[in-house]
């Protein structure tokens, strides 16, 4: 893929140049570029516009220089090639040192040419071996554009000479690309970096989950910038802060191993680069809610369009089992969009209306855990403060699904009005008492009778019971010694 874009990218590039530019600086690789889109089209052999050889009034527009109908033959093709006017020199014209300057052997690189002045020229493209090598040329009726296999030794034998187009440039240096590592996959995705050309470059991260970019079932995330700092980095690649560690979504917190990708992109080009070490396989249990099944309860979002309303997608659900899920006991619904406000006297309180409620966000951070930043409206202070106050609005979301549809946000539960209050001291109520516990007044003031207060101690039945015989045994016994006193 990247190969075929950066091709259009030249191709595209030489599409501009017009014919009649003689003159003109031009790269390497355009020359070779356009003798291969020769190569590529076929173009048959023919030196039509000089008379009758092979095709009669033939010539070739070149796409890749503004349409000019050049000659197809020899040096009508490397004229082409140079880009210079349509329809292009003859040998003589290329080698009378006009355009072109004579080098040796040694010196050849891919868009210099050979060339016996009376007969024949070809554009040279690379060595094969010390004395092979493979050359571009339209060369004989009857046949094509073709790249062809010569030995130097037998042409320098034949009177050829090498030849170097005198406004011909090298091409820059090719860019390196990125390099860098994914080196870790599972609650979190981390790994590093960096391009050669742009050292300090903060570089963009995507990693694809599930396959790689393109995989239809894969699915991409933006990292954002490899900006963190590692210590490790900085002896290896002479900088530190090219790191990237990003926590994974809920959604894909269940416990399955899963493949991470992670690409790069070049600082100057932008092509994506895959980084080293992906595919990694890594995964990640299930999470942990931030409240027990006693303090909290579950709040159904109902259906999509709340989702959406609060700025969640499925990649922020939680998956939990089934069996978590119906611990925690079903509240009301969850708002089906959020309203959070301000009063209009100036106040800095921010507030969160749930139904017939206002709840106080406690910190800015749960702001923009909520997605609530900049949705604070101004509401009047006399309609707000109509709203009861209610529980603090929590901290951060969690939004959460067992195997069914039905997906929840967790939310504090409300305290039980009905439970009775612990009572201790004067506040109790001797029926309310738990066993052995005494309240109210002692000593002195309850020797005061009822009036005064009294002491009063719970006992268990056995206990009452046998005190109550004990009590009714001495009476009987006071009784019977009043009766019968004793005699000396």
Known sequence: MRLSTLVLAVVTGISTLAAGTSGLAIRRSDVLADAQSWVDAGVPYSQGLWGSYCVWDYCYPDPLRGGGCYRSDCSGFVSAT????????NTWGICDGSISHEISWDE????????????????????????????????????????????????????????????????????????????????????????????????????????PAGDPNAYGLDLGAAAGSRADLCDVIGSCNHGFE?????????????????????????????????????????????????????????????????????????????STVSRYDDGPSFPGAPRAVQADDGSPEVWVIDGDVRRHVVETASLVAWGLDGQVQVMATAELEAFDEGLDWPEAPFVFKGSGPETYVLDQAPPDETAEPELTGDDADPDDLAPGYSGGPSGAEAAGGLAAGCSVSHQPAASTALFSLFSLFSLLSLLLARAHPHRR
């Open 82 to 89: 140079w880009g210079l006017d349509a329809p292009g020199l």
């Open 246 to 322: 990003h926590e994974i979504p809920p959604a894909w917190r269940d416990g399955v191993s899963r493949p991470f990708y992670a690409y790069t992109f070049d600082a100057s080009e932008g092509f994506p680069v895959l980084l080293e070490g992906s595919p990694l396989n890594g995964s990640c249990p299930r999470m942990d809610p931030p409240l027990a099944s006693q303090d909290g309860i579950k709040r159904l979002i109902e259906g999509p369009v709340s989702l959406e309303a609060w700025r969640w997608t499925w990649l922020d659900v939680a998956p939990l089992e089934d």
């Open 108 to 211: 050849l690189q891919p868009g210099d040419a050979l060339i016996l002045c009376d007969q024949h020229v070809m554009l040279f493209k690379q060595w094969i071996d010390g004395d092979t090598f493979e050359g571009v040329e339209e060369y004989s009726c009857g046949n094509y554009a073709e790249i062809r296999r010569h030995s130097a030794s037998g042409l320098r034998a034949d009177g050829y000479m090498a030849i170097r187009y005198n406004q011909i440039e090298d091409d820059p240096p090719p860019n390196p690309p990125p390099t860098g590592w994914i080196d870790g996959a599972g609650c979190e995705v981390k790994g590093w970096a960096q391009d050669p050309d742009s050292p300090d470059a903060a570089l963009g991260i995507h990693v694809y989950v599930g396959g």
